[in-house]
């Protein structure tokens, strides 16, 4: 699980089909600029390829750090608090555990 993480693979590291038996989440910031768009694309098309259990959620309006008060609350800064992804992503969080621990 990742709550606005890195998507961008290790170096030497490729997802094989079958390799990845664990369930992934990815809790993402839409307008995150420490992971760009070719990040998200690679992820979805290397997890896909993998035929892993991968799940993406990506909040609006939301950049790096959107779970972290203390990040502040400009956007432009590129790290910042945002309410609603928080509370949306931890209850992403609670469902995915559910489902994986019930």
Do not use: C
Not at 57 to 86: E, I, L, R
């Amino acid at each position: 699980m990742s709550f606005h993480g890195g998507l961008d693979a290790a170096p030497g590291f490729n997802a094989e089909a079958g390799k990845i038996p664990a369930k992934v989440l990815v809790l993402h910031g839409a307008n995150d600029p420490y992971v760009p768009a070719a990040q998200v694309s690679g992820f979805t098309t290397e997890f896909t390829a993998a035929k892993a259990d991968w799940q993406l959620v990506m909040y609006s309006d939301a950049v790096h750090a959107f779970t972290q008060k203390s990040a502040g609350d400009d956007p432009s800064k590129g790290a910042a608090y945002n309410a609603n992804a928080d509370k949306r992503s931890w209850e992403a969080m609670k469902t995915f555990f559910n489902e994986i621990f019930r």
